[in-house]
Nanobody, 122 residues
Framework: VQLVESGGGLVQSGGSLRLSCKAS????????MGWYRQAPGKERELVAT???????NYADSMKGRFAISRDSAENTVYLQMNSLKPEDTAVYYC?????????????????WGKGTLVTVSS
C-alpha cells in the first residue's frame, strides 16, 4: 500500500485547510485510514481515523474542528480542518492499517505517507 498526501500549506489562525491522502496498491486489504500529526519536538499523535465501514475516531482536542471523510471509490481519505490554531502546526501523516488474520494469529500492518506540512500563523 502506498499513500500520498496533499493539501498542506500556510494558513492564518482561524482559517481552514483540507488534506487529501490517496492510497494505491493493495487497497482492498485496508481496514482503516487516518491522520496523525507530529509537531516540532513532540511525539506523533492521533488526529482521526475512519474504518472501511465508516466509523470515525477523533482525538479529543480535534473534535468539533476537524472532520475526516473517505471516498472509497477514489481510495482517498480527507481531513477538513477548520478554526485552525498555531498549535495545529505540524507535519500531518496519512496512515493505513491492514489487519491480516490467519488461524494462528492476527497481525496489524501499518503504512505511512511521507507527510505534508501544515503551518498556522498567529
Amino acid at each position: 500500500v502506498q499513500l500520498v498526501e496533499s493539501g498542506g500549506g500556510l494558513v492564518q489562525s482561524g482559517g481552514s485547510l483540507r488534506l487529501s491522502c490517496k492510497a494505491s496498491g493493495r487497497v482492498a486489504d485496508i481496514n482503516s485510514m487516518g491522520w496523525y500529526r507530529q509537531a516540532p519536538g513532540k511525539e506523533r499523535e492521533l488526529v482521526a481515523t475512519v474504518t472501511t465501514g465508516g466509523s470515525t475516531n477523533y482525538a479529543d482536542s480535534m473534535k468539533g474542528r476537524f472532520a475526516i471523510s473517505r471516498d472509497s471509490a477514489e481510495n482517498t481519505v480527507y481531513l477538513q480542518m477548520n478554526s485552525l490554531k498555531p498549535e495545529d502546526t505540524a507535519v500531518y501523516y496519512c496512515h493505513a492499517l491492514v489487519v491480516v488474520v490467519t488461524i494462528e494469529r492476527k497481525t496489524d500492518i501499518e503504512y505511512w505517507g511521507k507527510g505534508t506540512l501544515v503551518t498556522v500563523s498567529s
